[in-house]
C-alpha cells in the first residue's frame, strides 16, 4: 500500500509540473518580444506612483541652443530639486521648491497610458530574457508659481517611466522618469528627467 501511494504522489507531482512551469514563465518573454498597446491606468499604477521616490535632482535636457531652446521657466539651469506626488487622480511635480523660482505642475491622471516593451538583443537566443520597458502617460498641464512664466492654459505634456520588466507590464520595476513638455508651438516647452529611488 506503501509503495502504492508513493507512486500515485509521484504521479500527481509528475500531472503538476507542467503547470507550475506554466505558471511559472506566464511573464517570460522570448527572444525578439516586442510589445505596444495601450493600457488602463489602474488603481495599481495610482498605488504606485503615489509612493515615487526621486534619486536625485532633475535635470534640464539641453542641446547646444541651451536656454534659447527652453520656454516656460523664467530660470535656467541645469539641474532642479523635483518632487513628483499622486494625489487621487492628480499628479504635481515641483520644481525648486522653497526657493524664490518654484514651479509647480499640474494634472488629471488620464484613464489610459501607453507601454511599449522590446528585447534590445533581438540577435542573442538566450533562454532569459530581460526587456526594456516604457510607460507613457499624456498629460495637460497647468504650471504655476514665481518660476513659471507658461501661461494660464493647459500645455501638452507627457510623463514617461523607463524600467526593466518582463512579459507582465508593471510599472513598479521603472527605474527613470522622464517629463517632457509642450513644444514649439505652445507656451512652454522643456524636458526635464532623472532616476527613481526605488530601484536599482
Same mark, same amino acid.
Given at each position: ?10 504521479? !500527481? ?6 503547470? $507550475? ?11 525578439? +518580444? ?12 495610482? &498605488?504606485?506612483? &503615489?509612493?515615487? @521616490? ?20 523664467? #530660470?535656467? $539651469? ?23 523660482? $518654484?514651479?509647480?505642475? %499640474?494634472?488629471?491622471?488620464?484613464? @489610459?497610458?501607453? +507601454?511599449?516593451?522590446?528585447?534590445? %538583443? ?5 533562454? &532569459?530574457? #530581460?526587456? %526594456? ?6 498629460? %495637460? !498641464? ?5 518660476? #513659471? ?8 505634456? @507627457? ?13 513598479? /520595476?521603472?527605474?527613470? #522618469? ?6 514649439? @508651438? ?5 524636458? /526635464?528627467?532623472?532616476?527613481? &529611488?526605488?530601484?536599482?
Amino acid at each position: 500500500m506503501k509503495k502504492t501511494g508513493v507512486l500515485y504522489l509521484c504521479a !500527481i507531482w509528475a500531472g503538476l509540473a507542467p503547470v $507550475q512551469q506554466a505558471f511559472a514563465c506566464a511573464c517570460c518573454a522570448d527572444p525578439g +518580444y516586442r510589445e505596444q498597446m495601450v493600457l488602463p491606468v489602474s488603481a495599481y499604477d495610482i &498605488s504606485v506612483l &503615489s509612493e515615487l @521616490e526621486l534619486d536625485g535632482p532633475g535635470n534640464l535636457y539641453m542641446t547646444a541652443c541651451a536656454e534659447d531652446c527652453v520656454s516656460g521657466l523664467n #530660470w535656467f $539651469q541645469s539641474t532642479a530639486d523635483t518632487e513628483i506626488s499622486v494625489s487621487g487622480n492628480t499628479v504635481s511635480v515641483t520644481l525648486n521648491p522653497d526657493t524664490s523660482t $518654484q514651479t509647480v505642475l %499640474k494634472a488629471d491622471v488620464p484613464d @489610459e497610458m501607453s +507601454y511599449l516593451a522590446r528585447d534590445l %538583443k533581438p540577435g542573442d537566443a538566450s533562454t &532569459s530574457v #530581460w526587456l %526594456k520597458t516604457e510607460f507613457l502617460i499624456p498629460l %495637460k !498641464i497647468f504650471g504655476s508659481g514665481p518660476g #513659471w512664466s507658461g501661461g494660464t492654459e493647459a500645455v501638452p505634456a @507627457e510623463l514617461i517611466f523607463y524600467g526593466d520588466g518582463n512579459a507582465c507590464p508593471d510599472i513598479a /520595476l521603472s527605474n527613470h #522618469w522622464l517629463l517632457n513638455v509642450g513644444g514649439p @508651438e505652445q507656451n512652454a516647452r522643456f524636458r /526635464l528627467f532623472g532616476k527613481l &529611488s526605488n530601484n536599482p
